[in-house]
């Protein structure tokens, strides 16, 4: 049971990573970012690109894991992206369900169509004994940065000028433009460090989910649920659903496996008829 807790949190953790920037774009910058899955699998195939082939220290891929995303991401928010905030939800489905397709098909073309993972060097390897259990060091891993991260995130979205400005941008944007707030520029970066935050959890993710060039289509509907889920007051919600979705996934495939895949499901349906906004709203929002 311990075992199983201690994978399901930190598949919980990795799920948080990956769907992090999606809580923000699509909870507080109110923009439905159907293609977040895309900037994960880019951020996945840049570190297997300089790690499995280029030789470079597999720390220093999940780096270029995260700068890759948030470059592509600043990119694509400065010349598509950011004509598309003003839109209806729809056309932002249909917008950015489209860029999933032609990720899907150059990374087909570019990369190959059959899964792939990225080398892990022996030290993450096998398993640490902790309290007379025996534990991966690679999941541990996974536990102690995604743990680091959803810290940070979390203080500089609710601690800092920065974070205020957001919030501001978001609650009003023509009065947040009134008090000298730049508000294309603050959304830029927040698209940037979300994306960039999914390409490293892409990165770390490979050795558990693998990559293969429909990864967005198919994790898409995870990330979905992990924002429905914990709601839009701010990142303590995602993160929590993370972590319930994580657990009850790993639980139930060990102790129900015919029916593991629909336990995260279930969990989504009976939170949602108990909290049909999530577990945390965020109020004031305009």
Known sequence: MVTILFDGIAYGMLLFVLAAGLSVTLGLMNFVNLAHGAFAMAGGYAALVVVNRLGVPFA?????????????????????????????????????IGLVFMSVAIVDYTMGSSQQFIAIPPSLQGQVTVFGLGMSKYRLM???????????????????????????AVDDQR??????????????????????????????????????????????IYF?????????????????????L?????????????????????????????RPQGLFVRKGAR
């Open 142 to 168: 996974i536990i102690v940065i995604c743990g680091i991260l959803t810290l940070l995130l979390q203080l500089g979205l609710t601690r800092t000028r920065f974070g205020s400005r957001l919030r501001a």
């Open 60 to 96: 220093l891929g999940l780096v270029c894991a995260f700068l890759f995303s948030a470059a592509l991401g600043a990119l694509l928010e400065r010349t598509l992206y950011v004509h598309v905030y003003a839109k209806s939800h729809l056309d932002q489905v249909l917008f950015t």
């Open 246 to 274: 994580g657990i009850g996934d790993v639980a139930g495939k060990y102790y129900v496996p015919q029916f593991g895949a629909f336990v995260i499901y279930t969990i989504m349906i009976v939170v949602l008829i108990w």
């Open 224 to 244: 979905l649920i992990v924002v429905t889920v914990g709601g839009t007051s701010s990142i303590t919600g995602p993160f929590l659903a993370s972590l319930l």
């Open 175 to 220: 009065v947040a433009r009134g008090l000298g707030i730049n508000v294309g520029a603050v959304f830029a970066f927040t698209f940037a460090l979300g994306s960039g935050l999914a390409g490293l959890g892409g990165a770390l993710g490979a050795e558990i989910l693998g990559l293969d060039p429909i990864f967005p289509l198919k994790y898409m």
